[in-house]
């Protein structure tokens, strides 16, 4: 089966602009997880979606950060304005039901900002 | 504090000696996962481990899960250059005999192998 796909792999942009993230997930996963993973540290979870729905964006940044998962396949996550704290590697993942049969992971999106 | 501690923070070896990480919850795990991590890069799936006891071995690295503990350690042995990058531990976690679907990590270990 094909794994979660992540885009771009990098991305370079300056500080106050904006820029976006592209993942889809493993066909037929309800859930969809997106994490920030600021090098030196773990991943921390932003979003989780399931189908379509927002289970949990307690830790999205939501003045500057958004996430939608329109149809409930693939998802977009946008940063608008960019700030320097915002560089890290961007995961996303997905899960049959909310962790059943485990989670499989992209290959991130390593992002700076300078 | 964290609901997923992670130790040590760093290990430097010198090839070929063992070593083990360990991983512990102040939660109910349904789940650990070890992954292991190139800088700024994707995760790599190492294990799965969710009984008590459970035990999984893959080449030289093994797993163990102790629920009653609710803590994980992850052991190298006649650890290579190869082994060197970031380890992760990911657990689901939960409360009320129920899980929260999805991941909590841990800070990560920095393993350095001196050849």
């Known amino acids: 089966e094909a794994g979660v796909a992540q885009s771009p792999r990098y991305k370079i942009i300056e500080k106050r602009q904006s820029v976006a993230f592209w993942c889809n997930p493993i066909s037929g996963h309800a859930t969809l997880y997106w994490y920030q993973q600021i090098l030196g540290q773990g991943p921390k979870l932003l979003i989780q979606?399931?189908?379509?729905?927002?289970?949990?964006d307690s830790q999205l940044p939501k003045d500057r950060f958004s996430a939608e998962r329109l149809k409930g396949v693939d998802s977009t996550l946008k940063i608008q304005p960019a700030k320097l704290e915002d560089s890290a590697v961007y995961l996303c993942?997905?899960?049959?039901?909310?962790?059943?049969?485990?989670?499989?992971f992209g290959s991130g999106t390593r992002l700076t900002v300078v | 504090s964290q609901e997923l501690e992670q130790s040590p923070q760093s290990l430097i070896v010198q090839e070929g000696k063992n070593l083990t990480i360990n991983c512990t919850s102040s939660?109910?795990?349904?789940?650990l996962y070890w992954y292991k991590q190139k800088y700024g890069e994707g995760l790599i799936f190492l294990m799965m481990l969710q009984k008590g006891g459970e035990e999984k071995s893959h080449e030289k690295i093994t797993a163990k899960l102790d629920e009653k503990k609710q803590q994980s350690s992850l052991h190298i042995t006649a650890s290579q250059p190869s082994h060197a990058g970031i380890y992760l531990c990911g657990a689901d976690i939960g409360a009320g005999g129920t899980s929260y679907g999805k991941l909590t990590f841990g800070q990560g270990t920095i393993l350095t192998v001196h050849p």
């Open positions: 939660k109910t795990l349904y789940g």
């Open positions: 993942a997905s899960s049959l039901d909310q962790g059943t049969r485990g989670y499989t």
């Open positions: 979606f399931q189908n379509n729905g927002v289970v949990d």
